[in-house]
Each structure stands twice: as C-alpha cells, then as structure tokens.
C-alpha cells in the first residue's frame, strides 16, 4: 500500500452551526459540501489539495481535546494571529518562529486543537 496524499481530515463538533461561525467567521473559510443539518451533518472545506471537515451527531463525531490537529499553512501569519485573536480564542502554544516555520496553536470552540502554520523560504 502507498498513501498518496491526505483525502481530508474531520473535526468532531458538538454543534455545527457554531462551528460554522467559528470556521467561517473566525478562519475565514467558505463550506464548500454540506451534508445533513445542524444537528447530524457534515461540512467541507476545501483548501488547496486537502478537505477540512467537521462532523456532528454521528457517534464517531465525538469532541475530544485530546484528539487530532490540522495545521493551516497561512499566507499571512501575523494577520492570522490577529483574527484568532480577535475571535477570542485561546491560544494553547503562543506564536513561535522556528528555523523553518511560523507556528501558533489554539483550540476551536470545541477543543479541537487547530495550528496556524507559515513556512519559511528555507
């Protein structure tokens, strides 16, 4: 077997239309797919080559802090850090520099952990 590429990866949430208007609002992303309702749905992002989902009402779609992570490679990094902040989100790790990226960590209204991301031209 050879994977490939990462076909998407899926947030459990506990209320969709909330995460929604975090994701939406706070990230700035447009729902590509919509699946079911607020209460027993999905929604898909696409960004570049990959999917962002979230999940919500199925029983594998439980919120877990201690679940997964994304990192959203972002074209602007201090401009994000500005808009998460503004949404009034935590951030779990404050914005790093590294020999090779710009980094940030906070978690979604859910406690999903979600990672800003700025590679540097290395």
């Known amino acids: 077997m050879k994977v490939t590429e ?14 929604r208007q975090f994701y939406e609002g706070a990230l700035g992303l447009a729902a590509t797919k919509v699946y ?4 027993n749905g999905m929604v898909e992002y696409d960004i570049a080559g990959g999917t962002l989902s979230l999940g919500c009402g ?17 074209d602007d990094f201090e401009e994000a850090v500005s808009r998460i902040r503004a949404s009034g989100c935590k951030f779990v790790t404050e914005p790093v520099e590294t020999p090779v990226c710009h980094i940030a960590i906070f978690s979604d209204p859910d406690g999903n952990t979600v990672m800003l991301h700025r590679r540097k031209n290395v």
């Open 36 to 39: 079911g309702d607020d209460t």
């Open 58 to 74: 199925a029983s594998q779609f439980t919120p877990s802090p201690g679940g997964g992570s994304a990192a959203l490679e972002v």
């Open 6 to 19: 990462i076909a998407f990866v899926v947030y459990p949430v506990a209320d969709l239309k909330r995460a």
